[in-house]
């Protein structure tokens, strides 16, 4: 899981009647210079300062949160979102993650500002705030998830857990369920819809209705699984030699060994843990056969093949060289598998005190599910609740899991894990999202080159390329196709370095034609490696095998949709051609 960071800074009071909030694009912004271009071509700067007076009318006040909002949905954007450049022209915004990371930044801001201000200016602080968070509810009633929970189904060992955790300081107003379903109010509940997760396994449920800024869990760093915790241990005076080992590593062998310690500190922890993670890493051969020609493979081999070279690393080696410290039945491969799993399924990076970040597991927030939810349209959307988590506050020395967007009592209380492909979330995670998800693309192996690029343009340098399912695009007209225009662009220019209009004139149409025809090849390639489609027979087939089947329908949805954009493509461009011909 990500933490995500704030790259929007404030400013301070000019005077009584007056303060100004700046919002700047940090020059760090790995999207700096694409993103930079769009602020400039939308009229605004890099940073800007907007200046509240005490007399701003609710009006103004409301223009001046559109003005502040159209900058921190630039500054927000994330590399697919740029890339793919379009937004929803009708809502007004990128995506619904966008839009809750900029309204939560802008909220951050007005919060900074309001200490040590005028009582004046309190007051029209107050009246942004208020706006701000009537936009976030606006956004949230179209989204509304109701849960229902049975009771009865909350484990034992959920339970001494978490009265562990509160014995240890944990302040929590989440409940742990262990299987709930749920179903949509609102428009869609309107229409009779009624969704169920399925494999979701445990979750947290709001315990009460839970306001934007109310904190749903404090964890307290003394119950923090961190790199510390490996220091103060035997296998650390070994483990120190060894050349290359990382801290994640040395976490990975503790926590091997530390889960059969009738004595942890963390036992309780270890004893909510799944005896199986049923991620990627452990798909058996049949799934892996099923995946033949797809990312998913190839990024489950990778994965693999990394976990294994670093296992051979260290075993058997450790065990022959300090039987008594590295037990060899604690260390087995499929020991150290379930351990890979255990991280990366479940640890979450945290800046603490110091301003270093480390890998953590925490106990009880591990309960945090990845926020998936399906649209009134149908699109599924990354709506989590909580945005901004992962730095430990000094003050009280924990860990706070503030809400970004209210939930009410019985409402499962979600996160995101990341802006993750759902390749990456089967192999590291072991779940497919439901529906379509905007991070599915498909990376398109084109050696970009240095001389390639064109030093004015940003929008136009990409070191890597990529497509999505074009049922995404709202533009499917000439020049355009539903396709990435930074593809396209590329592509072009390989074909005329000094192509400047997109005009109908006869050479660019040609050159239109050819792009398509080149993509339309690649992409026949790529869905002939995939195969024919395969039976899924729900009831007989395992985990494994369905995950895998699923994901390579996905990259077959994807590679058909692109291939009909661009035979529909060849049919416009052809149609603008005859033109010249007759
Ligand atoms: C940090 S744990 C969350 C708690 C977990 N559900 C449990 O029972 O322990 C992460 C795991 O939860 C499951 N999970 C999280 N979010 C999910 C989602 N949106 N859909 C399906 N499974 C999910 C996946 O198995 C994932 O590896």
């Given at each position: ?13 000019e ?16 999207l ?54 379009e ?134 760093v ?6 510390d ?12 030699k ?38 990627g ?28 070279n ?44 110091d ?26 959307e ?24 209210p ?15 759902t ?21 398109i ?21 990529m ?19 930074p ?31 080149d ?32 994901s ?31």
């Amino acid at each position: 899981m990500e933490a995500v960071e704030l790259c929007l800074s404030n400013g301070t009071a000019e005077n009584a009647d007056n303060c100004s909030i700046v919002l700047e694009l940090t020059e760090n912004d790995p999207l700096f210079d694409k993103k930079k271009k769009l602020l400039l071509d939308k009229g605004f700067g890099v940073k800007l300062q907007i200046y509240l007076k005490s007399s701003s009318s609710l009006d103004s006040i409301s223009n001046t949160l559109e003005r502040m909002l159209q900058i921190g949905r630039i500054i927000h954007l994330d590399e697919v979102e740029l890339y793919f450049g379009e937004h929803d022209t009708q809502l007004g915004f990128y995506s619904t993650r966008n839009e809750l990371e900029a309204l939560n930044s802008m909220l951050l801001l007005v919060n900074n500002s309001l200490s040590g201000q005028t009582y004046k200016l309190v007051n029209v602080l107050q009246d942004l705030q208020e706006a701000v968070i009537d936009k976030i509810h606006k956004m949230g009633n179209k989204y509304k998830v109701e849960m229902k929970i049975d009771k009865t189904y909350i484990g034992d060992k959920e339970k001494i857990l978490v009265q562990w955790g509160e014995n240890n300081g944990v302040r929590t107003k989440l409940e742990i369920a262990c299987k709930f379903s749920r179903f949509r109010t609102g428009w869609a509940g309107l229409l009779g819809s009624l969704k169920c997760v399925e494999g979701a396994g445990r979750g947290t449920i709001a315990m009460e209705d839970l306001k934007v800024g109310d904190i749903a869990l404090e964890i307290p760093v003394s119950i923090i699984i961190s790199e510390d915790i490996v220091y103060k241990c035997d296998l650390y005076n070994i483990l120190q030699k060894i050349d290359g080992m990382s801290s994640e590593s040395m976490l990975l062998l503790w926590s091997m060994k530390e889960k059969h310690n009738c004595d942890s500190k963390f036992k309780n922890y270890f004893e909510t843990l799944p005896k199986e993670f049923n991620t990627g890493l452990s798909f058996g051969v049949d799934a892996i056969m099923a995946l033949e020609g797809t990312l998913l493979l190839e990024e489950i081999m990778q994965a693999k093949e990394h976990l294994r070279n670093q296992y051979d690393e260290f075993f058997p080696a450790l065990c022959n060289d300090y039987p008594d410290i590295f037990p060899a039945e604690f260390y087995t491969w499929e020991q150290f598998l379930w351990a890979c799993e255990l991280w990366y399924s479940n640890s979450m990076k945290v800046m603490f005190a110091d301003g270093k970040l480390r890998t953590c597991l925490i106990p009880i927030a591990g309960f945090l599910n990845h926020s998936n939810i399906l649209s009134d349209c149908g699109k599924p959307e990354l709506y989590p609740h909580i945005v901004h988590y992962g730095k430990v506050d000094s003050v009280t020395n924990s860990l706070k899991f503030p809400l970004s967007r209210p939930c009410s009592a019985g409402e499962q209380c979600c996160l995101s894990y990341g802006n993750f492909s759902t390749s990456h979330l089967i192999t590291f995670y072991g779940f497919s999202p439901q529906g379509d998800n905007p991070y599915d693309v498909i990376p398109i192996d084109i050696d970009v080159g240095q001389d390639d690029c064109i030093e004015d343009c940003p929008m136009s340098n990409w070191s890597t390329h990529m497509v999505q399912g074009t049922w995404r695009s709202n533009n499917h007209n000439i020049f355009h196709y539903g396709l990435p225009t930074p593809l396209l662009d590329y592509l072009r220019r390989v074909r005329n370095p000094l192509q400047q209009e997109k005009d109908l004139s006869q050479a660019n149409l040609e050159i239109e034609l050819e792009v398509l025809e080149d993509l339309q090849s690649t992409f026949s390639a790529m869905m002939e490696s995939l195969g024919d489609s395969d039976f899924v027979d729900g009831e007989n087939t395992s985990w494994d095998v369905k995950l895998a089947m699923e994901s390579k329908d996905l990259q077959r949805k994807i590679i058909s949709s692109i291939l009909t954009s661009c035979s529909a493509g060849c049919k416009l461009v052809e149609s603008e051609l005859s033109r010249f011909v007759s």
